[in-house]
């Protein structure tokens, strides 16, 4: 299984960004699948999550990102708005699937005041 993460970039401040996480190679669909981002000297962080029965965001972006999937094509999105310079990161999906983890290989989000 392989997860590739795609959409960041260089935004300014209160800009938006939508980034995708692909599942490739199963047909099973992984669920929870989950944001996590990595700013420079920080921890890795839960940024957002969303499974069969529940969406979970973390206290800095509940009300500005918003997770979806589409289960059809196995893909995970994490619409983000109102960007602030301390979203400033590399964002990673995961995804669990039978007994393990995948992760993507990370996206670098980059907001500008």
């Known amino acids: 299984v392989q997860l590739q993460a795609s959409g960041g970039g260089l935004v300014q401040a209160g800009g938006s960004l939508r980034l995708s996480c692909a599942a490739s190679?199963?047909?099973?669909?992984?669920?929870?699948m989950a944001w996590y981002r990595q700013a420079p000297g920080k921890e890795r962080e839960l940024v957002a999550l969303?499974?069969?029965?529940?969406?979970e965001y973390g206290d800095s972006v509940k009300g500005r990102f918003t997770i979806s999937r589409d289960n059809d094509k196995n893909t995970a999105y994490l619409q983000m708005d109102s960007l602030e310079t301390e979203d400033t990161a590399v964002y990673y999906c995961?995804?669990?699937?039978?007994?393990?983890?995948?992760w993507g290989q990370g996206t670098l989000v980059t907001v500008s005041s």
């Open positions: 190679g199963s047909s099973f669909k992984l669920d929870p």
């Open positions: 995961n995804g669990w699937l039978g007994t393990h983890y995948y």
């Open positions: 969303i499974s069969d029965t529940q969406i």
